[in-house]
């Protein structure tokens, strides 16, 4: 063999062609960035982000002069203006290596693919789309990559400043230019116009170029077909022809039928720019290129670069004789794509939505259809997303006034029909499988062995990979899928692209041109394959819409739009959905892109697509929390109407209806009932809470449609971005609808805010129909945040705006005397005074509104109430103790010297600040009044919900044994307490109290005062017969000033003082009691009627003191007070309510 003369094998077609198109991809990715940071340069404000030497105001002659002089530059000769760079020459070095040597890689990528063209055209390769299908493909995608990198390249504006300023720096630290600077220099020069020089450059390829591109002509107008024409073709319809559901999809050019539009109209447009001659001498040539040049009006270079196809061309055409013709075709086809393409492609969006909904409804019901039709599936996406990308390009880069047909609100649902077929991909691949593994083994093995056998002419090497094909395919079986081993057939796809390349030069033993049908057997047998081992790839190469990632701010604004129309938002998670497909537009060449190494205003594509998918699904979540909020206030009115403080009305207006008397104002409309809103007249009317019901369903199947999805090695949870704001919105709806007002000190009745409350949670516990969250999880965590006094955020709960309501409104008006505590209707009541109150205090106290406060804080709630009002109590038992010390030389008297008479009354007049005690006395009375109300109602509570539990604890504190340690004792109680249970000594009071202890006093001191205190209490009982509203009421079982609340006072701050001391309780209450008997029968001696006004009122304190004691009994008090004085009192009493009621 001669030297001159290579065989197809050794020229490595195949293999170059490989790999020259995936470092075509990677240098276009690193030319791009490279642009991109020049625009982010010169777009930034902030200096610190650009290179020193290209802010500089020094160096920016230096700059110019370098690049004015371009690519020559006599360093020599111009010291001056270079001078400056003198120091920056090793940065220079340093931070522009990156962007020279990717120019010099350009250079080098350059070199090969020239060579690999010529090597082409020496070879007089023969190229069929249909036949040769990977060998043509890569071809045309090789001249696409390389014209679309130059012309990028030519875009970047500080080229020639970099490689200047990198070449300066190198001769002036080496001593001599880049060896590489004169080429890559000239390379900068020549390519300024890019596609000028290329169709110089291409004049001797033009005969492969346009043969490849002729070939296009059976598969390029099929594909770009109206919306009208597939309609009636019934493309991509599964049900059309019922008879042949389950026939396998078959075409003589399988690959081709999901090739891409767009890479098919690039290749035709760029193609017969660079071998324009063609159009002039060949029909088909010319009709293929019209037919590209009316479909867009500009194409994809790469990512969100763009290319204007009619301008351009013009530009190029214009300056070449004899093409009038041409250019007056490009004007007729831009007015054509202008007028008509927008609406052709909108048309097709609209067929191609009704087309995947069917498809994917049917392969939902029907996976096993997956097997026969996977071409479909695959066509369907490849045709979808051919115009998703389309109508992302030409909206960003519109030509034409009218816009409509450039904003279709309807895109989302597009892609999430794309996306749930690609989902059924990925579900059943093993179906897809285990059915063509089949039909590899049991079909394709046969017919291509016949093939091969009937073959006139089949040289060794052929034969040999001939052979190896269906001996691969023949040992395939079902039970390699169901052992789930893993298949690889990349090794049989490139020995069948190596067999193209050998069968397809000229002069070749066995030529492809006269095998055509063995072609379109492998073509189909190589799609077999990729359903087998390649399905991922698959949905890469036909749905992959990474180019949202570089189209941010329409990507956004379509997601806006889905959310904002109804029918549209069961659809939006189709964009968090997109995120997932950023990765794969990475490149291995452009490491940069994958790490947050870049400089801050430029985010790497992991970034964008994290914050895009957490923006889209925070968004999704807001937008059904506010649905869900709206349809909570419409329930809360509903339920509000069924208030019992809105049925006065209706019962007044009946009762007037029985008396027959006129009721008010007759033009008066009549009050609709509760309920009025659920009757309907027909089915058409749609109410407010209607379409918020409708809305909700269609946004939550989209929260629900994945459990989770994964973008960038983050796994997101749709549906906890739902909880969490859920539980938010719940905590801060909770706290507003307290209503609470600090100025005017105004707040929701507790019963008015747990009906709203039931009314919020019943809506929220019907989310549960729509998403599969956890709503109790929401409702522990939320309540239980409320029964703490602040909540995990810092604000204030629905707990302490109670307990700081009751403490600082309701109880500080009952010292006041505007209210007073009425035993009998265990309420506080408003007392007749001359300013009214804002409020009713009954409405606030009674049983139903406290037991309604304590659902609501619950236990841990009402403990915290608890704790604040026993600070209030220990306050007032402070000031207690500081009068006592006052008094303590005579109240020691007083202690020893009660049953003498003169004496005590003697003394009794030294005492300072007699009604000071009694009224600190009476307020922590009236405390203890409320708290005893408030453990009452919440008792009651808990025994509706957890009555064994609460009869276990009560049955445990009544059964401690009386000798039991006092600490075990009070463990006792204070569970008791924390179940509302009463106990004989309060363990919150013993707790706020023992914190008072003073350092500077014994603990036989402070016995002693707690001791004295009693004393001073007892002996000052008498003084309240001297005060007008000491009188006693039968009808509110108590006094209007409140001293029965002494009562509980007496008793509950003994038995915790003397607890805290231990003292016996007993023996101090005896003692109190014989001092306080002994006082109040010195007032029975008294003539004065101002002092004695009210005395049987006061006497009845004793037997209260006692009732309210289980330390004191009636048979003690029979010792120290006769009887006879308690019955003859409650006898005067009554007299006196009745004459007073008459």
């Known amino acids: 063999m001669s030297r001159g003369v290579m065989q197809p094998s050794q020229q490595k077609l195949a293999e170059k062609l490989t790999i020259l198109n995936d470092r075509g991809i990677g240098m276009l990715t690193r030319v791009y960035n490279i642009k991109k940071q020049g625009q982010v340069w010169k777009a930034c404000g902030d200096p610190k982000a650009k290179p020193s030497y290209l802010v500089d105001k020094n160096l920016e002659s230096a700059v110019k002069f370098i690049v004015r002089k371009f690519p020559a530059v006599e360093t020599r000769n111009n010291n001056q203006q270079l001078a400056q760079l003198q120091k920056e020459k090793s940065e220079i070095l340093k931070n522009l290596a990156l962007y020279y040597f990717t120019f010099v890689d350009v250079m080098e990528f350059k070199d090969h693919v020239c060579e690999l063209l010529n090597t082409i055209d020496a070879c007089q390769v023969f190229f069929d789309i249909t036949v040769n299908f990977d060998l043509t493909k890569n071809y045309l995608d090789l001249v696409v990559t390389y014209t679309t990198l130059m012309i990028i390249l030519s875009r970047i504006e500080e080229r020639k400043a970099i490689i200047g300023l990198y070449n300066y720096a190198h001769e002036m630290t080496h001593g001599a230019s880049d060896r590489e600077y004169p080429r890559l220099g000239q390379m900068i020069v020549d390519y300024e116009n890019p596609l000028k020089k290329m169709m110089e450059e291409f004049v001797p390829h033009g005969k492969s170029l346009s043969d490849a591109l002729i070939s296009l002509q059976m598969v390029y107008p099929r594909r770009n077909l109206s919306a009208d024409q597939w309609r009636n073709a019934q493309l991509l319809s599964l049900i059309s022809a019922p008879s042949t559901m389950l026939n396998p999809a078959q075409s003589d050019t399988m690959p081709c039928e999901y090739l891409s539009l767009d890479a098919m109209e690039k290749w035709i447009v760029f193609g017969f720019i660079l071998c324009h001659a063609v159009l002039n001498s060949d029909a088909a040539a010319l009709s293929l290129w019209k037919l590209a040049l009316q479909s867009s009006t500009c194409l994809c270079l790469f990512r969100d670069e763009v290319f204007h196809i009619h301008k351009a061309a013009e530009d190029l055409f214009v300056n070449i004789r004899g093409y009038n013709k041409r250019i007056n075709d490009i004007r007729e086809c831009k007015e054509q794509a202008l007028s008509h393409a927008g609406s052709m492609h909108r048309e097709r969006r609209k067929f191609l939505r009704s087309a995947l909904k069917e498809l994917a409804t049917v392969l939902a019901d029907q996976p096993g259809l997956l097997g026969p039709k996977a071409l479909f599936v695959f066509m369907a996406l490849s045709f979808a997303r051919d115009e998703i990308i389309w109508l992302l390009r030409h909206a960003d880069n519109i030509q034409k006034k009218s816009t409509d047909d450039f904003i279709d609100k309807h895109i989302a649902e597009l892609i999430f029909y794309m996306e749930e077929l690609r989902a059924h991909v990925r579900k059943y691949g093993p179906v897809m499988q285990r059915y063509y593994v089949q039909y590899l083994s049991g079909f394709d093995a046969v017919v291509l062995n016949e093939l091969v056998q009937n073959l006139s002419v089949c040289p ?24 789930g081993e893993v298949f690889d057939f990349r090794g049989m796809r490139l020995d069948w692209f190596r067999l193209q390349a050998y069968t397809s030069v000229s002069k070749a033993s066995l030529g492809i041109a006269d095998h055509k049908e063995l072609g379109k057997m492998m073509n189909t047998i190589i799609f077999h394959t990729k359903m087998v081992d390649s399905l991922v790839d698959m949905l890469v190469e036909t749905s992959d819409l990474s180019i949202f990632c570089f189209y941010s701010r329409a990507f956004e604004k379509m997601f806006q739009q889905c959310l904002e129309l109804p029918s549209q938002s069961r659809h939006s998670i189709c964009f968090p959905l997109l995120c997932t497909h950023f990765m794969s537009c990475t490149h291995e060449l ?50 509000d109407q069924l208030l019992p403080k809105h049925c006065a009305k209706t019962i007044s207006q009946a009762v007037n209806k029985k008396s027959k008397k006129a009721t008010g104002k007759k033009g008066e409309p009549e009050r609709e009932k509760p309920g009025v809103e659920s009757m309907r007249k027909n089915r058409l009317l749609v ?131 505007h209210i007073a505590y009425f035993p009998a209707m265990k309420a506080f009541v408003n007392l007749p005074t001359e300013n009214e109150l804002t409020f009713n205090a009954e409405e606030y106290s009674d049983i139903s509104e406290m037991r309604s406060l304590s659902e609501l804080l619950g236990p841990y709630g009402m403990k915290f109430l608890s704790e604040s009002l026993m600070w209030h109590i220990s306050s007032q038992v402070a000031e207690l103790k500081k009068l006592v010390v006052e008094n303590m030389e005579v109240l020691t008297q007083m202690r020893t010297s009660f049953d003498k008479p003169d004496h005590m009354a003697a003394l009794f007049k030294k005492l300072t600040s007699v009604d000071s005690v009694l009224k600190r006395m009476t307020i922590i009375g009236v405390i203890l009044s409320f708290r005893s109300l408030a453990q009452e109602a919440l008792r009651d509570v808990l025994s509706c919900h957890i009555p064994f539990l609460v009869s276990s604890v009560e049955d445990f504190k009544d059964h401690i044994p009386r000798e039991t340690d006092m600490k075990v004792a009070m463990n006792v109680y204070e569970l008791s307490s924390a179940a509302g249970l009463p106990c004989e000594i309060d363990p919150a009071l013993v707790v706020a109290l023992s914190s008072q202890k003073s350092e500077n006093i014994s603990p036989e001191e402070e016995y002693k005062i707690a001791c004295l205190l009693m004393v001073f209490v007892a002996v000052s009982l008498p003084t309240l017969a001297s005060n007008v509203m000491s009188q006693y009421s039968p009808a509110i079982e108590g006094h209007c000033n409140n001293i029965h609340c002494l009562a509980k006072a007496i008793n509950q701050i003994a038995a915790a003082l003397f607890t805290i001391h231990k003292g016996s309780i007993e023996d101090r209450l005896k003692e109190f009691l014989a001092l306080a008997s002994s006082s109040l029968l010195k007032i029975g001696q008294e003539t004065d009627k101002m002092t004695t006004r009210n005395r049987e009122s006061v006497y009845l304190l004793l037997d209260m003191i006692v009732q309210e004691s289980p330390f004191l009994t009636m048979d003690l008090l029979e010792s120290c007070f006769p009887y006879v004085l308690l019955r003859n009192a409650y006898h005067a009493v009554y007299k006196q309510s009745i004459s007073a009621n008459a």
């Open 460 to 483: 060794e090497d052929e034969s040999i990979i001939m052979s190896s094909f269906v001996n691969t395919m023949t040992s395939l079986s079902v039970k390699q899928v169901e052992d």
């Open 590 to 639: 452009c490491p940069e892109e994958w790490f947050s190494c870049l400089p801050p205003q430029r985010h790497h594509i992991g970034d964008r697509s994290l914050s895009l998918c957490n923006m889209f699904l925070d968004e999704m979540a807001k937008q059904a929390r506010n649905l869900i909020t709206d349809i909570c206030t419409e329930q809360c009115t509903l339920s």
């Open 687 to 817: 109410t407010n809470l209607d379409k918020l019901h409708t809305a909700l369903s269609e946004l939550c199947f989209s929260i629900n449609y994945v459990p989770n999805l994964v973008v960038w090695e983050h796994t997101f949870t749709p549906r906890e971005y739902l909880t969490s704001h859920l539980e938010i919105r719940f905590t801060k709806s909770i706290v507003g609808m307290t209503m609470y007002n600090q100025a005017t000190q105004e707040i929701a009745k507790p019963s008015e805010l747990l009906t709203s409350v039931r009314a919020y949670m019943t809506v929220l516990q019907s989310i549960e129909n729509y998403v599969t969250i956890d709503i109790t999880r929401v409702f522990n965590n939320v309540l239980l945040q409320q029964t703490q006094h602040l909540d995990s955020h810092g604000e204030p709960t629905i707990t302490s705006l109670y307990t700081n309501w009751y403490l600082e409104t309701l109880l500080r008006q009952v010292s006041n005397g």
